[in-house]
């Protein structure tokens, strides 16, 4: 007989299940608030952020499919909050960024997400808080660093 695993002290469990947790508060704010979804959410963030990238870059650092960042692109294309223009070199590439309106919901969204991460500091308390943001910094520069190696 096998030795059992109980899934709730795997750490790749318990990482996807709080992010979960906290992804759908998060989410549920900004859902009632704008009608977007996560990955417009991602998106946003993203462009709110770099000002001006593409579809790729996105899927790359929010780790989404192509597909979701394609529709969410789409979706917030339509409601008039991003642009898109074609590179001048190769045409097969397409530069996105906020428009005007979509600036200013994304300040607004930004504002919520610094909020909503100070309560959740002060939920869980500020030792517990800097103690988790060691450890998922430690976890993600291995990762990286594993996944350049490979990449080589």
Known sequence: MKASL????????RL??????????????????????RP?????????ETGRTT???IS??????KTKVSRAVAALEKRGWLSRRADVAD????HLELSSSG?????????????FQAALR?????DAAAALEAGLAAVEARFVSLEAAEDE
């Open 122 to 126: 002060e939920e869980i308390g500020a």
């Open 103 to 115: 600036a200013a919901v994304y300040a607004e969204l930004a504002a919520m997400a610094r909020d």
């Open 6 to 13: 109980p899934l709730e002290e795997f750490l790749p469990y």
């Open 60 to 65: 790359r650092r929010s780790t989404m499919h």
């Open 40 to 48: 417009e959410w991602r998106t946003f963030a993203i462009l709110g």
């Open 55 to 57: 579809a790729t870059e």
């Open 16 to 37: 996807v299940r709080a992010s979960e947790l906290v992804s759908r508060r998060f989410a549920a704010r900004y859902r009632t608030a704008y009608g977007i979804s």
């Open 91 to 94: 045409r097969r590439i397409e």
